[in-house]
């Protein structure tokens, strides 16, 4: 248990440093949250975007998952982006894949009937519907291609959900972005995927 306890120290250090610098930091951190942005990524523990963005803590509003899926029967991913959106104001929506993606890779190698499977088989569809291009590719080519792809996929199920929908038609400024982070260099990249009104996005999917 020498992690917990080194996270617990950790976090007494940290929160006596932030005081003494910042007498009135907890205060004001506390009284009210104003994110930016609404970041959906991936659980791997390489890819956390508090360290990737630098943005200071209330600034990011977060939901991870394996593989970074906006799953559209997913209840906590509908209540997230929901909250977001209607209680938040949020006005940016981050959807962030990686490469080395080990989601991406398990829904590439196999499938199942574990949890982990079955959550995956999104991320197996995406490869069906472009098998044609990806199964040209090296594997680990097709790997990083289908990570991106698996990035444009949710923006595209984030775009098509009711909540921003709606909200884009009352006029609220919303920006859907899809990224995908680099483990090997540290560098977000940006994927070419990008909708700021639901003008936009139709105009888009309507030529795919
Ligand atoms: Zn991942």
């Known amino acids: 248990m020498t992690t917990i ?4 120290a950790a976090n007494k250090k940290w929160a006596r440093d932030k005081k003494k610098e910042d007498p009135t930091y907890f205060k004001r951190a506390s009284a009210n949250q104003k994110p930016e942005l609404l970041w ?3 659980a791997d523990s390489r890819v956390g975007p508090d360290q990737l963005v630098s ?3 209330g600034s990011v509003f977060v939901h991870r998952n394996i593989g970074n899926l906006f799953a559209t029967n997913d209840l906590n991913s509908l209540a997230v982006l929901e ?17 080395g993606c080990g989601g991406v890779r398990a829904a590439m190698s196999h499938s199942g009937i ?13 490869y069906h519907r472009h098998a044609a291009e990806l199964d040209n590719l090296s594997e680990k080519e097709r790997w990083d291609r289908l990570s991106e792809l698996n990035v ?5 199920n984030i775009c098509r959900n009711t909540i921003i929908r709606e909200a884009w038609k009352r006029g609220q400024k919303i920006t859907v972005i899809g990224l995908i ?3 090997h260099d540290g560098e977000l990249k940006k994927l070419g995927i990008e909708f700021d009104s639901l003008d936009a996005w139709e105009k888009h999917y309507s030529t795919k």
Request: net charge negative; proline share 6%.
């Open 40 to 42: 959906i990524g991936c």
């Open 5 to 8: 306890k080194q996270m617990l």
């Open 181 to 183: 982070y680099d483990i």
């Open 152 to 156: 444009e996929a949710q923006v595209h």
């Open 55 to 57: 943005l200071p803590m």
């Open 83 to 99: 909250y977001a959106i209607d209680e938040l104001n949020v006005p940016n929506i981050v959807v962030c894949g990686h490469y």
């Open 114 to 126: 574990q949890p982990v499977d079955l959550w995956l088989d999104q991320v197996r569809f995406i």
